[in-house]
């Protein structure tokens, strides 16, 4: 009998991240890539790493930095964190706080805490993909959130099939469509989780990156100022230093009431006792040094790629076409017309033109709405944009005529 026979049905869902492989293209000199939503290594403040790696592990704290720590996560750490998330209205403890391998650690955590067979998860449509692959272990059904359209709840809970346990959101310039909600909007969730008596799971990986327009409070700053303690809010927070520090170092972290950072703690101890010591020390120390300067560099970099590939698109792009245009965030979203398949036409694109991006279907529950496309902007330089994106819009064109 092959192990695989005795795998757990559960893995029926999983399955290889379309992104992770294409990450394997950055290889490839001759390939202009939108595809990863990745920052531009070029632009890691390696030589503040530098500093605090050799600061941690050459003096007393070595011992420290080498050994197994709480599960909570480092305090400086979470302190600090609790002063960030301040300057966005969310007034939270360190105990308030789980330093978690990332923010997709803790979306997995969050599928394992709530998710038993057959519960619903309520999602963007389009939606992060990794969100999907991190629930889909659980064997949730998923439905569509849709705040433009301010469906009743009753509706929308009937139309679930199972029982709805959380809405999955990422407010501020969400992975894929780079699109934010209002705060009409971001209050709407929070009524329509009241109303579901379910919790709210709010990715906030891009809400630093904001390049234009005014910064908007997140869901948990919304909801505490509400209820007005964070020990009575639904609202679960991940964060990430992945999209503002270094994502190799694996750093994210959970916001939440007091009762569901105990559960993800135990969740924790069960899975790797532990987010690596000397990674928390060392982001600790380069967040206070430098964060919000650093941060400051990357709008105005990240900013200007933006606003060169919203100009490309304008040019280069044929009729039928139409594409986000985002306040922040790494990605822009093309709706390409009917008939035209973003897999098929990305096989094309790299065989004719040397580009490449990620199709849209992936970040559908369903596999819908395949004639949709991811463009990252955060990684190619502007000319490289311009030169990718004129591309883009030869094999489109073709693709399109052969229709």
């Given amino acids: ?120 998860v309520l999602v963007g449509w389009p939606t992060y993909l990794g969100a999907l692959g991190a629930f889909n272990a659980y064997q949730p059904r998923y439905d569509r959130l849709d705040v433009a359209t301010n469906q009743p709840p009753a509706a929308l809970q009937d139309a679930a099939g199972g029982r709805v346990k959380f809405s999955y959101l990422s407010p501020d310039f969400a992975n894929p469509t780079g699109v934010s909600l209002d705060l009409a909007e971001r209050g709407r969730i929070l009524d329509l989780a009241d109303a579901l008596d379910i919790a709210v799971v709010e990715d906030g990986a891009y809400q630093a990156l904001r390049y234009s327009g005014d910064r908007l409070p997140p869901l948990l700053a919304i909801e505490q100022a509400r209820k007005g303690d964070i020990d009575a809010c639904r609202t679960i927070y991940c964060g990430s230093f992945s999209k503002t520090l270094a994502p190799g170092l694996r750093v994210g972290w959970v916001v939440a009431a007091r009762p569901v950072i105990g559960q993800m703690v135990l969740l924790k101890q069960a899975a790797d006792l532990q987010t690596a010591t000397l990674n928390q020390m060392v982001t ?120």
């Fill in 1 to 120: 009998m092959p192990l695989t026979d005795l795998f757990a049905t559960r893995t029926e869902g999983m399955k290889a991240s379309e992104i992770r492989e294409l990450l394997k293209l950055l290889d490839q000199p001759e390939v202009i890539s939108f595809a990863g939503g990745i920052p531009d290594p070029t632009l890691f403040p390696r030589e503040a790493y530098q500093r605090a790696m050799i600061d941690c592990t050459g003096s007393t704290e070595a011992a420290s930095a080498l050994q197994y720590a709480p599960s909570e996560g480092y305090l400086p750490l979470r302190q600090w964190i609790a002063r960030y998330m301040a300057q966005y209205g969310v007034i939270c403890g360190a105990d308030n706080i789980l330093i978690t391998a990332g923010s997709q650690q803790a979306l997995d955590y969050l599928g394992k805490l709530f998710l038993d067979a057959g519960d619903t």
């Fill in 284 to 403: 600790a120390r380069v967040a206070e040094e430098l964060f919000e300067p650093h941060v400051e560099q990357l709008r105005a970099v990240y900013g200007a790629r933006l606003k060169a590939m919203l100009a490309a698109l304008d040019r280069h792009m044929p009729d039928g076409v139409r594409w986000t245009r985002p306040e922040g965030g790494m990605f822009v979203w093309c709706q390409l017309p009917e008939g035209i398949d973003g897999a098929d036409l990305l096989a094309q694109a790299l065989a004719t033109e040397k580009v490449a991006f990620v199709p849209g279907g992936a970040f559908f529950a369903d596999g819908s709405n395949r004639n949709t496309l991811r463009l990252n902007f955060s990684m190619p330089n502007e000319a490289q944009i311009e030169e990718g994106i004129t591309r883009l819009g030869r094999t489109l064109r073709v693709a399109m005529a052969a229709r």
